[in-house]
């Protein structure tokens, strides 16, 4: 029995052009409501909510996962999943790897059975130098295109056509890039006055994001000068004020877009731009695409 389960997830500086992540398992997968069985897995595992509520119960948290939010499940980490919604939900998992450093041969190979654990089966989590691991806050709200490469690397999986390995492995990076480069603002753990601060800014703008969220209003908030605030909240938010701003309003838009019917000028107005087409112009940026072209999309989806 491996009993030092604080060890995990092991974890790796490497940069990103070491990564060479293989794919153990890519599916889509309908689950009924309740509560399934505690588990440990020797590799990693990305779970999107494609419809439905669900939970995860990990280190001591309770995670909440709306459709449209995926969730990391490290190495050896125990965790328990739950289906909260009452008609279920539908999910797309992918069982992956850093390093291509595990065989599985069976799905069973891929879940720690405790009475006869292999500790040298545990995988690796890549780190790069100077940034936050992608476990260290597990919930990930994926742009669009993430899901798509998702979408195609199960389809890839399934088929397996001649090269399978290679896009598969391709289109991990590709999602792992994704991962890496989405703001982790709800990660904030300094003790000082000023984190903790900023922390309850930053939550501020996460419920309200239609606000005239200026540099000034941000530095008013703070109790500080313009720049000094500035140069704060991009230090420990890692980036501009005025980014993470559009980047919560995006959120929200992509959030409206998908589960509501109203019209594209209302869901700009909710967030926080009143000119349709300067909204329209800002989601292009964000998503490669228009407002209206995301929301069939996603009906699609």
């Known amino acids: 029995m491996d009993n030092d389960t604080n060890q995990y997830p092991l974890q790796q500086v490497a940069a990103p052009n070491l990564w060479s992540p293989s794919v153990h398992y890519a599916q889509f997968q309908h689950m009924p409501v309740g ?23 990990m280190q001591g948290q309770r995670y909440v996962l709306e459709a449209g939010q995926l969730i990391l499940l490290p190495s050896g980490v125990y965790h328990q999943n739950e289906i909260v919604s009452r008609s279920g939900a539908r999910f797309l998992g992918i069982h992956f790897d850093f390093f291509n450093e595990l065989d599985i041969q069976t799905e069973a190979d891929m879940v720690v059975n405790e009475a006869d654990v292999r500790p040298s ?13 992608l476990s260290g806050y597990p919930i990930y709200t994926p742009p669009l295109a993430c899901v798509q490469l998702m979408e195609q690397l199960v ?5 397996r056509p001649l090269g399978y390995e290679l896009v598969c492995k391709s289109l991990m990076l590709h999602i792992l890039t994704y991962l890496l480069r989405t703001p982790l603002s709800r990660t904030l753990s300094h ?6 601060r900023l922390a309850e800014l930053i939550e501020q703008i996460e419920a309200a ?3 005239p969220w200026t540099s000034s209003a941000i530095a008013e908030h703070m109790n500080m000068s313009i720049d000094h605030a500035a140069k704060l909240f991009k230090q420990i938010a890692r980036m501009p004020p005025s ?25 700009g107005d909710l967030v926080g731009y009143s ?6 112009r800002i989601f292009r940026r964000h998503e490669g695409i228009s407002p209206r072209e995301y929301r069939k999309l996603s009906k699609i989806l």
Do not use: W
């Open 35 to 57: 509560i399934l069985p505690e588990r440990r897995l020797y590799d990693f595992e990305l779970l999107y909510v494609c419809q439905g509520e669900a939970a995860t119960k």
């Open 191 to 196: 003790a000082t006055l000023h984190g903790k």
């Open 121 to 133: 089966k545990f995988c690796c989590e890549a780190v790069v130098e100077g940034q936050p691991p």
């Open 209 to 211: 994001p239609a606000s």
């Open 155 to 159: 389809e890839e999986f399934t088929m």
């Open 275 to 280: 000119d349709i087409h300067y909204f329209s």
């Open 243 to 267: 980014e993470f701003v559009q980047t919560v309003r995006h959120r929200e838009a992509r959030r409206l877009l998908r589960e509501s019917e109203l019209s594209i000028e209302n869901v």
